[in-house]
């Protein structure tokens, strides 16, 4: 019996020290190592040690980058998960700015393997790229001035002397059109958020309209100045943008977002970055494997 049982404690010895030799650039927190299919988007990756990785650089709580380090926030930690798991260290993730309307253009033209950026998966986009997801369910809002309450939800639009701000080549932008009276005048559209946040605290516009948690942010980090009006009046759900046509490369990400909702990376990801500024909480959403 004895015998036996030091037969046992030596073949798993060997197989834990064989284990430890080939698993030096092991995948995941968790050590196990995935096998990738030769030629693969996920193999080349990791052959290369890189991902590139687009996303924004002004959205506190999401993506925002100081003068000097890395960009911070929950779509940075979903990169980082996705890198993890492809056996990349987050140290070799190089982000990339992609403000909303370049997002497709930088996945055609091969700049970046990622795109996690506040992104919405649509039918409008889905021609031009694919999307792994949704990691996230969002909802369009509109932030105002604290100390401004003429604007209650989309409806005040129909007076045509109320002004909103968005973003070029954003799902907010276009929503909020069907409520304008007049478009060219109603509505001002910047390159990123930002702008809209200054031109609002500047009196310049009404609104900002933008996704709840992004506005959230921008609530959070400009102390009692600024306020959501009205309730959410679209959905947003939030995918990782990758190049069209690459489904195995679409579907590691499904599996490794999914992976994520139950090993507790994805709710700790939540809970340093975006989640600092919504408590409520992400509901975990159904991955949408088209
Ligand atoms: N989620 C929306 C979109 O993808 C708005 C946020 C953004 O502009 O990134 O257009």
Partial sequence: MRKTRAAVAAVALTLALATAACGG?????????????????????RDAQKLRVGTKFDQPGFGLKRPSGTPKGFDVEIAKIIAERLGIAEERIEYTETPSSIREQVLQQDKVDIVVATYTITDKRKQLVDFAGPYYIAGQTLMVNADYSEITGPDSFKDPT???????????????????????KQLVLFENYDKCVKALMNRKVDAVTSDNVILLGFIATNEGKLALAGTAFTEEPYGIGVK?????????????????????????????????????????PTIDRY
């Fill in 25 to 45: 650039d092991d995948a995941g927190s968790t050590g196990e190592r995935t096998s990738f299919p030769a030629g693969s988007t996920m193999q080349k990756l």
């Fill in 244 to 284: 069209k046509g690459d489904d195995q490369f679409r579907n590691f990400i499904n599996d490794t977002i999914e992976a994520s909702f139950g090993d507790g990376s994805y709710r700790r990801a939540w809970k340093y970055t975006a989640g600092k500024y919504d408590q409520s909480g992400p509901t975990i």
């Fill in 162 to 184: 109320k002004k909103v701000c968005s973003v070029t080549n954003s799902t907010p932008a276009t929503n909020i059109q069907k409520y304008l009276k007049d478009k060219t």
